[in-house]
């Protein structure tokens, strides 16, 4: 689905137009559309296709997937007194706000046709940051930040949005469904590097050697992932129109979208970097809390990838509402999480309504493009605005956490503001209904 000139937002659909062009994002044939013959190149499948899908699956897995195992440096920061919990929680925010604000100038060079360049520096800067994180001091807390907050952020933020924004060049019909099996690598990686770190730190290796051998099997992973990803030279080059930022800022259901995006992202990654410590505080045995986070990144993968399946069929929109309403309510929950049991079954349903809502969220951006030449354009203005509320969210926590962790503050908050980001969504959604004449969004 697409947005119409701004010239022309008020004019009804045509009513050639049937339902399913529009549940698979078709664009909109219109005398003044922008669009030219770039969509038609876009077909499903295909060696490139398929190469570019499990590089970008590589790309997840070692930059969002270790995003998703920061609940360890958080339990492990905190409890070794390196800096108070709201400190520690700015270093795990600045790099998730920067993996996805970065997203902008990094969604701006794909379309530009700079995607091997952007792809190959995000690379080196991670890798080294993470080798660098490897070697500071847990009690110097300009180390750990520089090097694990700005640092791996910076370098990540030049590898997601590109890694996901190029599905676009490859998958029409089942772009949804794409990007949800790409971004199911970030599950992996959750469930992958809190275990191994966790052994690690615990263990005889320690922490600088544990970040190092987790080092190494980024660098691997990425080696891998630059050489399989391919961009399609015919979307990102002189073919594709345009992309008009004022006409995407004075795009109301797009705006919207944003918004409702920041303000889910204030609560929605509370349990990310909070139920290890929760659990532990709360009595539940070390040897099980260890696994909470691989757990939930676990049960992220099928929430990443089924709903997609559906979401090419039901429309993005209805689908990311559906989960959204499940996180919501799902965080408060946790006022009834007391025991290794209750934790296990919050652990997998969070996983699967957050993974869901995740990797609903660039498909929704996506489908509000007129022309896939500015999918990334869109994906990394949206992410960029978005973002602000992932670096905010885990310090507000923290603070309302303090040394005494009253709880009911932080669940509380991350409830109500995810609430109310899927509030504003449903919003937008009924402005696209009336525009586009069906339910189906």
């Not at 994002?25 to 922008?34: A, G, H, R, Y």
């Not at 089924?306 to 039901?314: K, Q």
């Not at 993974?355 to 489908?367: D, E, Q, R």
């Amino acid at each position: 689905m697409s947005s119409p000139p701004t010239d022309d937002l008020h004019s009804p659909i045509d009513e050639k137009n049937d339902i399913s062009s529009i549940c698979k994002n078709d664009i909109e044939d219109s005398p003044t559309s922008p669009v030219d013959d770039v969509p038609s190149l876009v077909t499903d499948g295909g060696a490139q296709a398929w190469c570019t899908l499990v590089g970008a699956f590589l790309t997840t897995f070692c930059t969002f997937g270790y995003a998703n195992a920061f609940g360890v440096f958080q339990d492990y920061y905190t409890r070794s007194h390196a800096a108070s919990t709201t400190r520690i929680s700015w270093v795990g925010s600045t790099q998730l706000y920067l993996l996805i604000a970065m997203g902008l100038p990094a969604g701006k060079l794909l379309d530009m046709g700079y995607f091997r360049q952007t792809v190959f520096a995000g690379s080196c800067i991670y890798v080294f940051s993470l080798f660098m994180a490897s070697i500071a001091h847990p009690d110097k807390y300009y180390q750990i930040f520089l090097s694990q907050g700005v640092g791996m952020g910076i370098g990540a933020g030049l590898l997601y949005i590109p890694a996901m924004a190029v599905q676009a060049h490859h998958w029409r019909t089942k772009r949804a469904l794409a990007m949800g099996v790409v971004i199911s690598g970030s599950s992996l990686g959750g469930i992958v590097f809190p275990i191994m770190l966790n052994h690690l730190f615990s263990g005889t290796v320690g922490f600088a050697w544990g970040v190092r051998a987790s080092a190494f099997l980024v660098l691997g992973s990425l080696v891998a992932a630059n050489l399989l990803m391919t961009p399609r030279a015919s979307i990102t080059g002189s073919k594709a129109p345009k992309p008009n930022i004022k006409s995407l800022l004075l795009d109301l259901p797009y705006m919207l979208t944003i918004l409702g995006g920041l303000t889910c992202f204030l609560g929605v990654y509370f349990p990310y970097f909070y139920l290890q410590l929760f659990s532990v505080i709360n009595g539940v045995d070390t040897n099980v809390a260890f696994y909470t986070l691989a757990i939930m990144n676990a049960a992220s993968i099928p929430g990443r990838i089924l709903p997609n399946l559906f979401a090419d069929r039901f429309g993005v929109y209805n689908m990311i509402i559906f989960v959204g309403i499940g996180c919501s309510v799902l965080i408060l929950s946790l006022f009834g999480v007391a025991s290794i049991t209750s934790t296990m079954i919050f652990a997998i349903l969070y996983g699967f309504f957050s993974g869901s809502f995740l990797s609903l969220l660039s498909p929704v951006l996506a489908s509000l493009a007129r022309h896939d030449g500015e999918i990334g354009v869109r994906l990394g203005l949206a992410f960029f605005f978005a973002s602000l509320g992932a670096l905010v969210g885990q310090p507000i926590d923290g603070a309302l956490l303090g040394n005494a962790f009253p709880w009911y503050k932080a669940i509380i908050f991350s409830a109500v503001t995810t609430f109310a980001g899927i509030f504003f969504t449903i919003i937008s959604r009924l402005l696209l209904t009336r525009r586009k004449g069906t339910q189906l969004l």
